[in-house]
């Protein structure tokens, strides 16, 4: 009797091809950065980044040394204090940012509040038909959730659109519109040029929400005129899980900005203990209460694996890598099992392949116990995140192989 797990043999060509790809590759050096096995095949980086191998160490010296032994000095000896526009302006170069636009902390969700609700005082008083509240109808749901609740507290109409239909969705009464760059269940990339210049040509403001593509492939804030922008560190920029948020305001705006959540780290002078706020000058104004310190540093050292790397090549190996596993897919696995839902063309795909597959809870997790670590949205999808800095080619075809033998293994739904 055969064996219902045997391996399915590898495509020559394709092992070759992975084999010649790798070794090409200019970014191959920099999977000795991270904590992985050898064998690993870690395709999450998209809900949460590897581990760098530095950060043990530099958080050993936060615990230890500035926090055990300086304490409270190193909020001044140790930089705590200047850390979140700090690390703000390393992660400004991967998102086409200048300098000073970025603050990091508070999470993801707390980030889309203050974008959100600073857009709307961002808007002309004079203007009042101008009230609707426009969000992606696919977005990942705590945005849609906090994009209602400033309605609520805004009484400003929710508007749900389809990215698809959001050009003609536009128009006078336009006021903010809140985006995902990239979609989390399909990868699919939408385009911020062309809707951020929409939404202006309207008379709107454009939010974006970069948690997918942040540290994945090219944003540019500045060159294409968005307004605010948040972003998560954890997937693509491997700072930990939890690791602080950052929100994006455009030089332009940073004078008018004003968050709904100002706390003494945003205050001009915060140690006067003022009881009057009066807002601090730039990025600044996104801070709130104090820092998280622990992850944030462990964010900044995480960063370091960024230190002399494109993020146009990061992006030209992303899009080889998720060329050659649908490749490797269409190869190895029954063609009536799955079928993709990420978009074949580049411009666009995010850094992720979404799969859709009836078995596909018991498949990711037969997929997870034979060493190769997706993830999946229920009832129906399988999620593949490709970090160009640890993932390589022979990582995409022993996936898409191990896909295959799962398959034949699973007897298919109905």
Request: charged share 20%.
């Amino acid at each position: 009797m055969s064996d219902p797990r045997a391996a399915v043999p590898a495509v020559p060509v394709l092992a070759a091809r992975a084999a010649e790809l790798d070794a090409a590759d200019e970014l191959a050096s920099c999977r000795k950065l991270f904590a992985l096995e050898p064998d690993a095949v870690y395709l999450d980086g998209n809900s949460l980044g590897a581990l760098p191998r530095n950060v043990p160490e530099r958080v050993q010296d936060v615990i230890t040394r500035q926090w055990g032994e300086l304490r409270i000095r190193s909020w001044d000896e140790s930089g705590w204090w200047t850390a979140p526009e700090r690390i703000g302006d390393r992660i400004a170069p991967l998102v086409g940012a200048g300098q000073g636009r970025i603050v990091v902390g508070d999470s993801t969700s707390v980030n889309v509040f203050k974008a959100l609700m600073g857009a709307v005082r961002l808007l002309d008083p004079a203007d009042p038909a101008r009230d609707e509240i426009v969000v992606d109808a696919t977005t990942f749901p705590t945005d849609g959730y906090i994009a209602r609740s400033v309605a609520r507290m805004t009484g400003m109409p929710l508007v749900p659109v389809d990215p698809a239909e959001l050009p003609g969705s536009l128009g006078p009464r336009t006021a903010v519109v809140l985006v995902n760059h990239v979609d989390f269940r399909t990868g699919r990339l939408h385009d911020l040029p062309g809707l951020t210049a929409a939404v202006h040509e309207a008379g709107g403001l454009a939010v974006w929400d970069l948690c997918h593509s942040a540290g994945a492939l090219p944003v540019g804030l500045d060159e294409h005129g968005v307004d605010l922008a948040v972003g998560c560190t954890y997937k693509f920029l491997n700072g930990g899980p939890g690791s602080p948020a950052f929100l994006y305001v455009a030089e332009r705006h940073q004078e008018r900005f004003d968050s709904p959540l100002p706390g003494w780290n945003s205050h001009a002078d915060p140690f006067a203990m003022a009881q009057d706020f009066t807002a601090a000058e730039g990025a600044v104004r996104g801070r709130v209460g104090t820092p998280d310190i622990l992850s944030m540093l462990a964010l900044e050292a995480a960063l370091d694996v960024w230190d002399g790397v494109s993020i146009d090549a990061v992006r030209a190996k992303s899009l080889a890598l998720t060329d050659f596993f649908l490749e490797c897919v269409t190869a190895y696995a029954p063609a009536d099992r799955v079928s993709s839902t990420t978009p074949a063309a580049h411009a666009e795909r995010g850094s992720q392949v979404a799969l859709r597959c009836a078995e596909a809870p018991a498949v990711m997790a037969a997929l997870i116990e034979r060493g190769v670590v997706g993830d999946l949205r229920r009832p129906d999808v399988l999620r593949f995140g490709f970090t160009p800095l640890y993932v390589g080619f022979a990582d995409a075809e022993r996936a898409a192989r191990t896909l295959g033998e799962v398959l034949r293994e699973i007897p298919a739904a109905g």
